[in-house]
């Protein structure tokens, strides 16, 4: 299961980020052509939390459907895997959304002065 060592990764840049202060909710932009199973995520999160800054705090995800541009004719089609048809006919298609895996925003504690 990838998606440990992922939220792992996820808690690690978290943890930096906070700075000492404990981290009430965290939110993360998925994209849909990961292949990252936002559910395993959320499993793995409880898991990989514990003990962290980020024990308890709530997770969100957002996900990002796929895109992609045509190289031929430069239409813009959804993608839902990493690959695809332009309507054209041309499978040269570029990735333009949909294989982002970020924080999207960490809200935390507010550390008295
Ligand atoms: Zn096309």
Do not use: W, Y
């Not at 045509?70 to 990735?95: K, N, S």
């Not at 949909?98 to 925003?105: A, C, F, R, V, W």
């Amino acid at each position: 299961m990838h998606e440990f060592a992922i939220t792992q990764n996820i808690v690690e840049i978290a943890t930096e980020h906070a700075e000492g202060a404990a981290v009430r909710r965290i939110s993360l932009e998925i994209g849909q052509l990961t292949a990252i199973m936002p559910d395993a995520i959320a499993f793995c999160f409880d898991v990989c939390a514990q003990g962290t800054l980020l024990e308890g705090a709530t997770l969100e995800i957002i996900q990002r459907p796929g895109r992609g541009q045509c190289q031929d004719c430069g239409r813009e089609i959804p993608l839902e895997q990493p690959f695809g048809v332009c309507d054209c006919g041309c499978t040269h298609l570029t990735i333009i959304q949909g294989e982002e895996l970020t924080i999207k925003e960490l809200e935390t504690e507010a550390l008295c002065a």
